[in-house]
């Protein structure tokens, strides 16, 4: 494994430490790309959200609900709630 220096250590605890809000970012980016997306890349990009919703420990019944709708409209209530911090 690489030796990191020590700046290159603090940039990926930084990273890790505000994972949560980056990944509450890219939901909400992808939630506008799904609302322009067609076909395969929208296959693409539902994938992407489900990763990002688990990595946010999203009930997994709420996970199901909102692939199974595949409305961005759906997703966009849980970045909502998300971002009003009434989940977590």
């Known amino acids: 494994m690489a030796e990191y220096s020590n700046y290159q ?3 990926i605890k930084r990273y890790y430490d505000n994972r949560d809000s980056i990944d509450q970012q890219k939901l909400a980016e992808l939630c506008t790309n799904l609302y322009l997306a067609e076909g395969k890349k929208k296959a693409k ?3 992407k959200a ?3 919703m688990e990595r946010l420990e999203i009930p997994a019944s709420r996970i199901d609900h909102i692939l ?9 209530e849980l970045v909502k709630d998300l971002e009003s911090g009434s989940i977590r």
């Open 9 to 11: 250590k603090d940039v």
């Open 68 to 76: 199974t709708s595949e409305d961005p409209a759906v997703l966009a």
């Open 50 to 52: 489900r990763d990002i």
């Open 45 to 47: 990009l539902w994938d």
